[in-house]
Each structure stands twice: as C-alpha cells, then as structure tokens.
C-alpha cells in the first residue's frame, strides 16, 4: 500500500517527504501536452543511503518509485501514472571528484549540465552533451539525451563510463570503471542509460570529459529547399569534416526567430554549423564547408568568428522552441522528434513539412541533422478541441514514415507514456525482451511503472 | 539429450553437420593456452533460418551452442565445456547491402575484417575497428572487440548500429536501426554485443562505417623510460589531439621485433602513431606531436609518410605478438589484457614490468596506451611445468592492480573462461543482475554457457 509506504517514509524523511498540493501538482507537471498527474509525495534524499532506504521502503510496500532530475522531459516519463513517491534528486548535486588527467569527472544525479560546465571551466575540460535544457546528468543518464553536438560527441550512451544505481530491491550495484574501455560482462552501464527510471534509480555517474577546444568557428546559411540543406549536410559528412555541431531551422522556425528576436534572416531552410579543433583545423574545415554549400547554391552565408556572434547564433537555435511559442500566443505544443537514416532525411523532412502545412495547425520543423534527427513543433490550441487530435495524427504518421524508412519512433526525447504505441512496432519481439529484463531486475514493477513498458 | 539433438541435426543439415574428430578439434582449440575441448558436432548454417532451425532443435533437446567465427579469440570463448554443437558462421559471410550515403553496411556474421575493407575499398568507405585478427565481425560483435583504432574510432559498442538475433528459444530479434541514434527502448544492441555468445547468436550485422581519411600520417619514436612515453600520451590525449592510433611496445617486444624482422630499432620502449584527416590537418598534428614528445625527451623520431612506411610501421606492430613468440621457439603464450585509468596507466605498465622481470619468465608488453589498455605476452615453457603457474600468478596481480586503479579485469579480450574468477570482484552484485539477465533470457542455460556467466 502506498499509504504505508508514506507513513514509513515520512519517519524516514521528516520534512524531506513532501506531500502539499503545490509540490505535488510541480512533481506532476511536464513541459508537453500531458495532463498533471501528480504522485502521493516528493521525497528529497541527500545520500545513496538514504535513496536505498526510500528502495527498500517502496520495496516493501509495493509503491511505485519516479526519478526526478528537473522535470524537462518530453514524453511524460516523470509523470505519477500510478501514484506512488517521486525521488528529487535535487539535494543529491555534488560534483564529487573531477580528474583532469583521466578527462572524467564523477557527480551526484541532480548536478545540471551548466552548473557541471561552470565547474568544469577552470580545468580546460567540458561535458559535451546539450539537449538545450538545463536538464539534470541523472535525468539526462536515464533517457540516453543527446542534442546539439552528438553528431562530434556522441549521445549519453557514448559519455556515461560508470554509474551507481540502487535497484528495486534496495541492492546497490556499481556499473562500468574508471578506465575508457572494457571488455568484462554485459554492458549494464549501457543498459540502464536511456532505461527511463524503469531498472533503478541512478544515485552517481562517472563522466567522460572533453578538452575545451582550442579554436571554434560557427557558421549560418540558407537555401531556398529543405533538400538543397540536407543534401549540403550528406556531403560533409561524407567527406569526413568533424562538425561539431550541424542544425536545420525551417522557414517557419526562422520566421518565428525573426519575429521573436529581429534576427533579420531570410525566411527559407537554414544551416548552422560549428567546428572545434585548431586554429588552421577550423580555418580549414569552415572554407571547405563554405565550398561544399555553395554547391549546393547555399545563400548569405555568414561565419561567426567572435565568441559573441557565435553565442547569439546558438542562442537563436535554442530560444528557436519560445519564438514559436511566442508567436502562437496561449497555444500548447507536441514536440514530437523522429531519427532517419541520412539517406532518407531530406524525404522525411519534405513529406513531414507537406502534411503539416495541409493540416491545419502550425508544426515548424528543426533539428539535428547530422544525425538525422528532426522535431516538429505541432502547435494547439487549447480552444480548438481537434488541434490535439491532429497533433496525434502528425505525430503518429512522422513515426510511421520513420519506421518505413529504417529509422526509429525517438531519436532522442524517449519514449515514456508519449510513445509506448510504437514499441510494439518498432522493436517487436524486442519489446518482449525488454519486458522479460525488465520483470528479471523488478519484478515488482515499482521503479516508474508505466513508461517504456507495458508489463500487464 | 545431446545425441538426441544430434540425430535431429542431421537430418537438418545433412553433411553440413561434422562429426569428425579433425572438425571437432579444429572447434575445440584457442589461439591461448587452454585445452583443447571439443564440441559434439559443428554445424555450417546457411540462413538465419537454418539457424533458427538449429536452435529450435537444441532448446528442444537442451544442448548447448557455441557460436563460431574464426576462433581468434583468447579467453576460451569457443570452448565446448559442457560439449553440444558449434555452429560455425563461415557459410554466412556474405555482405547483404552497402548504403554508401548513410555510411552503413549490413553483413552476415561470418564475413571477417579484411573480407568487409576489401569489399568496400572502392566506395571511399572502411569500417575502422582492428582488433590485429582477421576476425569475423559476428566474432567481434560478440565479445565488443576492439584494437588499436579505437581510440579514434571506438570499439565494437560504438560502431554497430543493429543486430538480428536468434534467442535460445528459436525467436528471431532485430535490434537497433539504420538511423545513427535512438532513444527508443533499452539498448538491446549494446546488451548483446559483449555477450559472449551466452544470450544468442548473430545471424546479420549493420556496422557504422567511417569515410576513408584524405591523408594519413604515423610516426614512431623512443623513450629512455615507460613514464616519458605514457606522459608523453596523457599530453597528446588532454591537447585533444585526434590520434587515429596510438600504441606502446616495450623494450623486450623491440628486441623481438628486431631479432624477427631486422628493423634495427634501439631497444627502448617505443610509441607508434598515426593520424587520419586533410593534408594540413594531420601535418599540423604531426607537428604538435613531434613537439610533445620532444618535451618527454624521445629520440629517433621518424615519420613514415609513405604508404609502404606505414604499412612496415603497423605491420611490425601486428607481427610482434609472432616476433615474441619465435624468439622463444616450442614456447606457448598466455596473453593477458587489463585496462586502467589513463592516469594510472604508467605505474601499471611498470608496476608490471618489473613483477614479469622478477618473475623468472619472459613477457614483453604492448598496448594500446590512447584507452589505458595494454597487454602482456606470458611466455610458457612446456617443459617448465611452474610456468603455466607463474603466468596464472602474474596474470591475477595485473588485474588486482587494474580493479585496484579503478580499472578493468579485460580492455578487449573479454571473459570466456580465462577471468571468470574476476567477474564477482570487479561487478559485486552486477555480476547477479548479469546472471538474473541471462536467466530471463535464456533459462535453460544453453547458449555458451560456462562463459562469462557461472550459472549453476
């Protein structure tokens, strides 16, 4: 009973067990279209031993247990489905020990990723993974995040050497080494970064780090198709340049941009790019970027050079979800993404634009290119009763077109309650797998019941 | 009953199922020091579903299954300890589907590592991980091989995209997809590569494949001590160089080298290098690292430019296992690896080195010093019957060293049989969930146990 699970709890905790609405309703918020649904109390630990104890507390009372990082999910894998105690971790954000020599760094779970970078600054070194929010490492752990700058760095499954998790039944267990590399067991570390909260509560992280990179160089240009864009990005690829960033914008994206923030762009497909390396590296690759768009008939291709134009640029990718908000006043949004193979993205992207533009609702697209990775903005408004229904639909049919293509249903927002319609079709018997690990390591299912998996 | 399966196998797959005692021991030996140990039958399927036909059979009549691609591997993965049949993939090497745009390829398992680069050589196209073998890629898949690229291009974890699986009960699973990132599900693919075999067998591969570089440069240098050359790495590592390989060979290993192949090189430990990029770029980086290692005092820097240099260079660096062992003519080797933090990686090499010298048995050490991970070529005299002894010994305190460093029992060679006994040291209770895995998925223990697992 999750009654007496609270009970015991609130011994265990004191005033660290927080059970007043307005906690609760916060707890049970999500940045997307979901409806509230708060659990029955937020607990705040502040060691691995106190998160065991809480374990072993729902443990014995069957009562579902959430992580909790700060909330910027997008596919409501934090919210109380069935009730239950959501675990903030946001008492449990040390940085514990950062060790320049091995580039890593080992943190609690609410450490967030700029205050991460912040501390990180003295050292030369940074994190690289950047989702845009100012999410949490532990959250950012368990649904494998990745953004902006996966294309160099890789996602959280290429960034996460180690963690500590406290399973469902209150055992510790401690994943991966210190060392790069490791040919010992299965890969559990791997396993449970993107598991979504399912197989345990991650309680630290061993990092890898990268070098601050010597020199940046950050571009912009526009084209007047989506695939004149996308077909530029294949052939850097292919040529091997190392971009440490690659982002498309479409024209509605750049239209809300310039509205929002008179950023004065041409209101057509937009690349922006950034190189890290040396000095002569970047010089080099930004000319032979410039050479390759402009194959591709690429327009007022601009390099940002100084530190200041670069952050206004990037600042402009990552305000690129407020503009479209701002223009769409007291309207909602289903911020949907999809993953094709590089191939198939211009298609995707071309066939994904066309049917939001017949549908009825506002849907601006952008996203990661190099990865093949895009989202569709799909605006809602609350007084118009089919808007969602036609999100759904947008939605349901970009994850279609992705499957057919060889792609998948989530390049990076996960699955969470958002998207379990697709597992089945997405992984098949897989799905079965995951359900038959997940039964293995909780067969209680109280570690976030309900996303990822169906398991009755 | 095995016999049982047997009988039923033969009527499968007719003369493609081998009784011989020349075919079974060909199965049952390993390129290490353990006994020869030979399966009941080897099997030569033809198709995913000749495969699953074949393990339809054996869950039927509880045999066991040993996957099979080019028995390079070190630990005894192969080893029929508990006999049943091996299924032998070398019928299944055929490369399925090139897709040059998305950089992928998709391939039976009993296609090998050359097999696969010559295959591609004229599409600009290589897959990088060289793990010195002519593995199979369902070989190196399995046990999350890795070499001396990876600490540019990544090991096995980073450079498969998705598998075809057929689980111990006969189900076919496709995991992964051709897009370059999910965040779909628990991470099926990760969880069988590394496995040893023990959850399934391979039937197809998509591999991530990297575009062939423009210039290529490598180098190779002296040091008076093992620290300047490690310090020298650590160095090369934190300016964020992008070494495509980077590796150690002791002193004694250069003996060998120079006594096998006359390559007149003083008898100091040495660093190879090489870097892949544009002309300018991998230019500039010889440079910087021509000055690091300057700063750690090397002599005899020289630069192979060439394409026969290079290939002399990287030769000489994959025959030195041979070198070391005709020096000692009628000897066997244990080959032993460990992987540490990289900035403990010089005390281990010493550490090491002078317990081998004290040791009264020869062992050069090499490794591929960009990961932390290096190995130790143990040398065993069969009419020394304490030598087998002395080399168990030597091998057990370079890993209690590594798991003491917060390191790793194995960087690349896996578990098989050989470092079973370091599995509950370095996992603790991720050992259990390991097994708790493994029960779930394949309950009748029959797909290559006693590896990596001891499930009884």
């Known amino acids: 009973m999750i009654s007496d699970a609270i009970a015991a709890l609130q011994t265990l905790l004191g005033d660290r067990l927080n059970q007043s609405t307005s906690d609760r309703n916060l707890h049970g918020q999500s940045e997307s279209h979901f409806t509230t649904t708060p659990p029955d109390a937020v607990a705040y630990p502040t060691s ?11 443990h014995q009372h069957n009562c579902p247990m959430i992580g909790w990082g700060t909330g910027t999910s ?17 008492r449990m954000a040390a940085v514990l020990e950062v060790s320049p020599q091995d580039m890593t760094v080992r943190i609690q779970p609410g450490v967030t990723r700029e205050a991460l970078n912040e501390e990180l600054r003295a050292t030369g070194l940074f994190f690289p993974v950047d989702p845009g929010a100012n999410a949490s490492l532990g ?23 180690g963690l500590e998790v406290v ?18 067991g299965y890969d559990l570390t791997g396993l449970f970064v993107g598991s979504e909260g399912t197989l345990g509560l991650i309680t630290e992280l061993t990092l890898r780090l990268q070098g601050q990179p010597e020199a940046i160089s950050a571009g912009v240009c526009s084209f007047d198709t ?16 190392p971009m440490a960033r690659i982002e498309f914008i479409d024209a509605a994206t750049v239209a809300a941009v310039n509205q929002y923030s008179d950023a004065g762009l041409p209101e057509l497909p937009h690349l922006l790019v950034e190189f890290h390396g040396s000095e002569a590296g970047v010089a080099e690759q930004s000319e032979t970027f410039g050479l390759i768009v402009a194959e591709h008939d690429a327009h007022d291709f601009k390099w940002a ?38 191939s198939k993205l211009a298609n ?21 290119v190099g990865d093949g990775n895009f989202h569709a903005i799909l605006m809602i408004d609350p007084d118009k009763p089919d808007d969602l229904k036609t999100a759904k639909n947008l939605s349901e049919r970009m994850v279609t077109r992705a499957l057919e293509m060889g792609g998948t249903a989530t390049g990076e927002h996960g699955i969470g309650i958002g998207k379990l319609d697709y597992m089945a079709r997405e992984h098949g018997h897989g799905w079965t797998l995951m359900s038959n690990i997940k039964r293995a390591l909780d067969p209680q299912d109280i570690m976030n019941p309900g996303k990822l998996l169906r398991q009755n």
């Open 226 to 241: 989506i695939n004149q864009a996308v077909a530029a990005v294949i052939d850097t690829i292919q040529m091997g340049l």
């Open 348 to 368: 995707a992207v071309e066939q994904t634009s066309a049917e939001i533009n017949q549908s009825g609702i506002a849907g601006p697209i952008m996203g990661h």
């Open 139 to 161: 959250g950012m752990a368990a649904t494998r995040a990745s953004g902006t700058t996966a294309v160099r760095y890789g996602t959280m499954r290429d960034n996460v050497l």
């Open 48 to 58: 691995t031993d106190e998160v065991r104890a809480i374990v072993e507390i729902c």
């Open 305 to 342: 050079t100084q530190a200041e134009d670069r952050s206004a640029l990037w600042k402009m990718r990552h305000t690129a979800y407020y503009a479209v908000l701002a223009c769409h006043p007291g309207a909602g949004a289903m911020v949907t993404d999809i993953c094709v193979p590089i």
């Open 74 to 90: 997008l596919e409501g894998h934090t919210l109380a489905v069935r009730g239950g105690v959501t675990v903030d971790f946001s």
């Open 167 to 184: 399973m469902a039944d209150g055992a510790v267990v401690r994943t991966g080494t210190e060392a790069r590399k490791t040919a010992s």
